[in-house]
C-alpha cells in the first residue's frame, strides 16, 4: 500500500473519468470546497458553484471549528461532524486531527453509542454497504457497488453487541463508521482504502420492531447455519474482491464473536479489536499502572467483573505475557478470577460453561457477589468489563484500597453511562490512591488540592496502529504476538510526565505518533514470523510514516 496508490486510485476515480462540476462537489474524497484554486475552478467546470473567494484550509478550519463549537449539545457536534465528513474527507480529518481530544469522543465512545441509538432519527445520508440475509446469493454484486476497488482495511459489524448498548442491529453501523474514521484520524490509513459494514440479520430488539423510524430489516435475528452460510459467503466475497483487504470483526454478540474469530483468523487477515484491541490496551494498561504501583506482572492477580470478549480477551492476553515470563500456563490462568451475571465463574457451575470461560473456571465454592470474589481472591487489579453501570461501589473500590496500597481499578464498559464507577469514585473512595482507567473519557479530579487525569483504557490506542502495521507490510494474517508487541509498546508511550499525572496512558493528542510506533512493531513482528507479503524495507519506521495520509489537499493540476 502506498499513499500514491490510493491517489492514483482516486484520480482515476475507480476507472470512470475523474468528476467534475457539481459531481466533484458531492465527492467527499475529492471535493475541497471554498479551497479550490483559481484554475482547477477552470478546468473543473466550478465557477459560478462556488463562491468567488478562494480559503485556504487553515481558513476553512477556522470557520468549521467555529461551526463545530456553536453546537451546544455532543449529538448536534456529531451530526455536524458527519455532515462534514460526507461532504469534505480532507477537512473532516484535519479538524479531527488537531483537536483530536475534542473530537474523538465525539466520532467514537461515548458520543457515537447515543448517535447509535438514534441512528435512525437522524438518518441522513448513507455511509458504507448494508448487505442484509435478505440478499444471501448477492453479496459479491453488493461488494461490487462500492465505488472504490482497492479496498484494504473493512470494519464489519452485525450490530448485535453495540458498545455496552446490547442488540441494535442495523442501528450498529455508526461503529464501523466511526473506527475507520479513527483509523484515518488516528494512523493516517488513507480514506480511500476503508470500507464500513454491517451484516442486517435481523434485531433481537423488540423496541426496534416497533419503531417506524428503524433503518434495518425488521425480524428477529437469523442464527444458526443460515447465518453462518451468510458470513461464509460474505468473506468469500471479500477475499475475491479485495485480497488484500484486513477484515477486522465488531461488536458480534459473543456467541458468534469467538466463534468467527476461531473460523476466520488462520484463513484471512482478520482480528477481533473486541477480544484483541481491548486485551492489549488492558495489558498496556497494567504495564504501565505497574510503573506506579512498582510490582511486577508476574504477582498480579486480576478480578474481572464481566466475562465475555473483552474480560476474556484481556486474560488471554495477560497469560501469554506471564507465559514469556516463564510461568506455566495453569499458574497463570490462575491469576485471573471472573465474576459474571452469576457471580464467581467457577467449575462446579451448574449446566455448561461457554467454551471462553471454561480456561477460567475456579476450582471453589460458588461465590454470589463481587464483593464475595474479591474476598476470595484479593486481587491486585480490578477490571470491568461487563457493560454494568455502577457494578464497582463505594465499599468495593474502598476494599481494593484496603488490600492494596495503590489498587488497579479499570472501568473499561462503555459508554460512559455504562462504567462501572467514575474517575471521581474511585479516587474518591480510595483516598486518591487507585490507578484508574477508563473505557470511555472522565473528565480530570481534583481532590484534596491534587489533580488526578485519568487514562483511557480504549483501544483506540491500538487498533489503528495494529492495522497501519498489518497494511504496510501485507501482513496475511494478524497473530496474538502482534497484540502483544503493540500492548507493550503501547505502555512505553506512556511518560513520567502521565505517571506525575496518575495516567498510566500517553495522551491522545499523541495518538499518531503512538500508531506509528505501534505500526512499525507489528510491521516488524509480521516480518520476523514470516507473515509480510512485501518485502522488508530497510527502516520500517520511516515505511510506516511514507505511508501515511496526510489530511492536505492535493493539487489536481
Ligand atoms: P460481552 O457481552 O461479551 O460480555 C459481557 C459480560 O458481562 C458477560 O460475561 C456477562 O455475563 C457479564 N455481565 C452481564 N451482566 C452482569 C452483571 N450484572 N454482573 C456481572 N457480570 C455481568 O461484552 P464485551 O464485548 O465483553 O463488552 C463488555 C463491555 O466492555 C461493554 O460495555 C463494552 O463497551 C466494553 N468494552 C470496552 C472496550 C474498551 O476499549 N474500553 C473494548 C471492548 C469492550
Redesign the pocket.
Known amino acids: 500500500m502506498t499513499d500514491h496508490d490510493a491517489d492514483e486510485g482516486l484520480r482515476s476515480h475507480g476507472g470512470l473519468f475523474f468528476p467534475t462540476g457539481p459531481a466533484l462537489l458531492t465527492n467527499s474524497l475529492l471535493n475541497k470546497g471554498t479551497a479550490f484554486t483559481e484554475r482547477e475552478r477552470d478546468v473543473l467546470g466550478l465557477r459560478g458553484l462556488l463562491p468567488p473567494r478562494v480559503f485556504t484550509i487553515e481558513e476553512q478550519l477556522r470557520r468549521v471549528y467555529g461551526n463545530f463549537q456553536r453546537k451546544a449539545d455532543p449529538l448536534e457536534k456529531f451530526i455536524f461532524l458527519t455532515t462534514l465528513q460526507n461532504r469534505n474527507e480532507t477537512l473532516f480529518y484535519r479538524l479531527v486531527e488537531e483537536h483530536a481530544e475534542e473530537m474523538i469522543p465525539i466520532i467514537y ?1 461515548p458520543t457515537v453509542g447515543q448517535a447509535c441509538l438514534e441512528y435512525g432519527a437522524i438518518f441522513r445520508r448513507s455511509r458504507g454497504l448494508f448487505i442484509s440475509i435478505r440478499e444471501r446469493g448477492r453479496v459479491s454484486e453488493i461488494l461490487r457497488h462500492w465505488p472504490h476497488p482497492d479496498v484494504r482495511m473493512i470494519v464489519v459489524t452485525d450490530g448485535e ?1 453495540i ?3 446490547g442488540d441494535l442491529g442495523a442501528l450498529g453501523m455508526g461503529i464501523p463508521v466511526g473506527k475507520l474514521s479513527l483509523y484515518t484520524a488516528c494512523a493516517g490509513l488513507h480514506p480511500y482504502y476503508c470500507l464500513p459494514v454491517t451484516l442486517d440479520v435481523g434485531t433481537d430488539n423488540e423496541k426496534l420492531h416497533d419503531d417506524p423510524l428503524y433503518i434495518g430489516i425488521n425480524q428477529r435475528r437469523v442464527r444458526g447455519p443460515e447465518y453462518d452460510a451468510f458470513i461464509a459467503e460474505f468473506v468469500a466475497a471479500v477475499r475475491q474482491a479485495y485480497p488484500k483487504a484486513l477484515l477486522q470483526w465488531e ?1 458480534f ?2 456467541t458468534n ?1 469467538f466463534r468467527l474469530l476461531r473460523a476466520y483468523r488462520d484463513q484471512i487477515c482478520s482480528f477481533n ?3 484483541q ?2 486485551a492489549a ?2 495489558l498496556a494498561g497494567l504495564l504501565g499502572g505497574l510503573r506506579l504501583t512498582g510490582g511486577s506482572l508476574r504477582d498480579q492477580r486480576l478480578l474481572f ?9 484481556i486474560a488471554d492476553l495477560f497469560v501469554s505475557a506471564l507465559q514469556e515470563e516463564g510461568l506455566g500456563l495453569a499458574e497463570a490462568r490462575s491469576r485471573c478470577w ?5 457471580g464467581l465463574v467457577v467449575r462446579s457451575r451448574p449446566g455448561r460453561l ?1 467454551e471462553h ?1 471454561e480456561p477460567y473456571a475456579q476450582d471453589h465454592p460458588p461465590v454470589a457477589t ?1 464483593a464475595g470474589a474479591l474476598e476470595a481472591h484479593r486481587p491486585t487489579a480490578l477490571i ?5 453501570a455502577q ?1 464497582f461501589t463505594r465499599e468495593i473500590v474502598a476494599r481494593m484500597a484496603a488490600l492494596n496500597p495503590r489498587p488497579i481499578i479499570f472501568a ?4 460512559t453511562s ?1 462504567a462501572e464507577c467514575t474517575a471521581e469514585q474511585a479516587y474518591q473512595w480510595s483516598d486518591g490512591r487507585a490507578v484508574f482507567a ?3 473519557p472522565f473528565p480530570p479530579v481534583t481532590i484534596a488540592g491534587r489533580t488526578y487525569v485519568p487514562g ?5 490506542y491500538i487498533f489503528p496502529g495494529v492495522g497501519l502495521g498489518a497494511l504496510v507490510c501485507e501482513a496475511s494474517r494478524i497473530t496474538d504476538g502482534m497484540f502483544l508487541t503493540a500492548a507493550r509498546t503501547l505502555a512505553a508511550q506512556a511518560g513520567e510526565e502521565d505517571f506525575a499525572l496518575g495516567r498510566v496512558y500517553p495522551p491522545l493528542s499523541k495518538i499518531r505518533e503512538v500508531s506509528v510506533r505501534i505500526a512499525t512493531a507489528v510491521a516488524g513482528e509480521a516480518h520476523r514470523a514470516g507473515l509480510a507479503r512485501r518485502p522488508r524495507p530497510a527502516d520500517i519506521e520511516a515505511d510506516v510514516r511514507a505511508r501515511m495520509f496526510v489530511p492536505e489537499y492535493v493539487d489536481y493540476f
Open positions: 465512545t453487541r458498545l455496552g448498548l461488536d454478540g459473543n464473536a479489536d473486541d477480544i484491541g481491548t490496551v488492558a467483573l464481566g466475562a465475555g470478549e473483552a474480560g476474556t480477551g471472573f465474576v459474571d451475571s452469576q461457554a470461560k463481587l470491568g468489563v461487563s457493560g454494568q457494578g473499561l464498559s462503555n459508554p455504562k477508563s473505557g470511555s483511557q483504557g480504549n483501544n483506540v
